[in-house]
């Protein structure tokens, strides 16, 4: 039915930048809230950031300042601009569109951030 893409993951040294992308297979402009995700090994997803559909942010204490959630509905993808990024930022990332009728899921991206 729906599915989304994630990509952009990578390794990457600390204090270094990357920007993920979610290209999604349903109409952004349909969509209420675009969220990003991350779960590392052996511990629980961890939200990171919302956008809605009326523009409105919201990030994790432990990634505001750095990461920076934005869309193009024309492109139909969603992104997560990652700067001065740390350790600690290392996971597998995804994101969530919520619809008027349920969530969907992208399959996640690796980042991995190298000290």
């Known amino acids: 039915q729906v599915q989304l893409v994630e990509s952009g993951g990578g390794l990457v040294q600390a204090g270094g930048s990357l920007r993920l992308s979610c290209a999604a297979s349903?109409?952004?402009?349909?969509?209420?809230?675009f969220s990003w995700y991350r779960q590392a090994p052996g511990k629980q997803r961890e939200w990171v950031a919302t956008?809605?559909?009326?523009?409105?942010?919201n990030y994790a204490g432990s990634v505001k300042g750095r990461f920076t959630i934005s869309r193009d509905n024309a492109k139909n993808t969603v992104y997560l601009q990652m700067n001065s990024l740390k350790f600690e930022d290392t996971a597998v990332y995804s994101c969530?569109?919520?619809?008027?009728?349920?969530?969907?899921w992208g399959q996640g991206t690796q980042v991995t951030v190298s000290s």
């Open positions: 969530n569109l919520q619809h008027a009728l349920r969530n969907y």
């Open positions: 349903i109409s952004t402009a349909s969509i209420l809230a």
């Open positions: 956008l809605t559909a009326v523009g409105n942010t």
